[in-house]
């Protein structure tokens, strides 16, 4: 398979039925009354609803069967069996994750998963629209991500998708981690080389290379984040072509966060680029590490 085949999605494997064995089933219908779409992943659709069972306001996702089938399949042809979303994210209990009350399936053959209902904005929001909640709130919002990330990685799981569109901050200003759905167990045989799902632009180049993987992917994508919530803007420009994006990663070193937002102090430049490195050995070694160092800089009210 060459460098580029993933974004083209060839598989030419049978993709098996999605592992929905012993789930609870629910009637979608009866169950729900949907009051709104609020996002739409790669994978999945997600509402808003009220839950006639749990009596309260929820965020109802269900998600795609065949594509879930598909992204399984990547797993279980490598003799892997990997644990449902519903699964990963019951076992996460942090106060910077998304809270899941339960999964199951529904009649029509789609797991789903009930989450609490974050009344808030999306980082990505956030970020896009220069918003002044932003200001005086960064350091304290990529601390909590840094918890949040911690917590993943002492429970033995890499998120693999950690990004502004995959965080929600509350009304209480706590940040939320959303969006499980390409968590894997960490653990050296979900490690080897290969596995390139991801956003594009957190993909670290490890991952590009297809070489084995370990935390750090997760904490490159944090440092791609706490560039663009400091700066406004990628480490890399984008450019129309994905391949030429991934070939930028690899040979063109990232711009400096000071050319985006001059207001940015020579600290916190230094602890963005190396957040980013090009090898994993020359970044931080875990995201207490970065929390450390985020608490250390001169300027607290970025």
Known sequence: MGLFDFLTGKNKKRAPQANTKGMKKADLAKRWELSGRTGQGSMSKVYKAFDKTLGRTVCLKLLDKVKTQKFESRFTSQGLVKPTEGAICSAITHVNCVR?????????????????????????YLVETKN??????????????????????????????????????????????????LTIPYTPPFCQPGNRTGTMDILAPEIIKRRSTDHRVDLFALGVTAFEVFSGGLPWE??????ENLRRRL????????????????????????????????????????????????????
């Open 238 to 243: 984008r450019t129309p072509s994905s391949e």
């Open 100 to 124: 899941t009350y339960e999964f199951g399936v529904t009649l029509q053959g789609e797991p789903y998963l009930v989450m609490e209902w974050i009344e808030g904005l999306g980082l990505n």
């Open 132 to 181: 002044l909640q932003l200001n005086g709130n960064r350091v304290n919002y990529l601390v909590q991500l840094c918890e949040a990330m911690q917590y993943m990685h002492d429970l033995k799981f890499l998120h693999r998708d950690l990004c502004p569109r995959n965080v929600m901050v509350d009304k209480e200003g706590v940040v939320k981690l959303i969006d499980f759905g």
């Open 251 to 302: 040979n063109t070193p990232p711009r400096n966060p000071k050319e985006l937002n001059p207001a940015i102090d020579d600290d916190l430049a230094a602890f963005l680029l190396k957040s980013i490195s090009k090898e994993p050995v020359d970044r931080y070694s875990s995201a207490n590490q970065m929390k450390e160092v985020i608490l250390s800089l001169k300027r607290q009210d970025y």
